[in-house]
T-cell receptor, first 115, second 114 residues
């Protein structure tokens, strides 16, 4: 069964600073990987996904993530954070075809952006 | 594409009452999922439909919970004899092919059991 660990519960950065949110997964094969963002009281919005191919994936809002098989990681990055990026970020892992259709989510990292 | 709609947005109910939530997925999506999210946690899988067939259920889905998706369109999630521990955000998501596109989530139904 797949699992996800997001080691950082809360991260605070200054506006304009770079950002990296960590995600480690556990899965027996190459997984599908996703990052979602959630604003307070709202549903989750897909930022980006890794399916196969290039291990550096680009997403919306200037975010990117890199899949590192050797480290079982899929960290999310942004070179310059904007105040509107303050939200909660969730990493999720999905099984390959023939496996369960569900996504397993981490517990999330809350991002605070200081002016 | 009007997105995934959930109704109601908020529900306050007394312990022991039954509640029902509705989810309208994106029209061409054949896969529909229910998740539950409590404060400070990520979403937890409850159940999954492909068209009208319920193909997977979590152990979290006790016998007080039932979900349906008649005719493979909208879905309902019913909780009978609600308990305070049922207080959570209930999220619905739909997908055409999860492995390729991921999910599209609705805004959720916030349930408070008093």
């Amino acid at each position: 069964a797949q699992s996800v660990t997001q080691p950082d519960i809360h991260i605070t950065v200054s506006e304009g600073a770079s950002l990296e949110l960590r995600c480690n997964y556990s899965y027996g094969a190459t997984p599908y990987l996703f990052w979602y963002v959630q604003s307070p009281g709202q549903g989750l919005q897909l930022l980006l996904k890794y399916f196969s191919g290039d291990t550096l994936v680009q997403g919306i809002k200037g975010f990117e993530a890199e899949f590192k098989r050797s480290q079982s990681s899929f960290n999310l990055r942004k070179p310059s954070v904007h105040w509107s990026d303050a939200a909660e970020y969730f990493c999720a892992v999905g099984a390959r075809k023939g496996g369960s259709e569900k996504l397993v989510f981490g517990k999330g990292t809350k991002l605070t952006v200081n002016p | 594409d009007t997105g995934v709609s959930q109704d109601p947005r908020h529900k306050i109910t007394k312990r022991g009452q039954n509640v029902t939530f509705r989810c309208d997925p994106i029209s061409e999506h054949n896969r529909l999922y229910w998740y539950r999210q409590t404060l400070g946690q990520g979403p937890e899988f409850l159940t999954y439909f492909q068209n009208e067939a319920q193909l997977e259920k979590s152990r979290l889905l006790s016998d007080r919970f039932s979900a349906e998706r008649p005719k493979g369109s909208f879905s309902t999630l019913e909780i009978q004899r609600t308990e305070q521990g049922d207080s959570a955000m209930y999220l619905c998501a739909s997908s055409l092919d999860t492995s390729v596109y991921g999910y599209t989530f609705g805004s959720g139904t916030r349930l408070t059991v008093v």
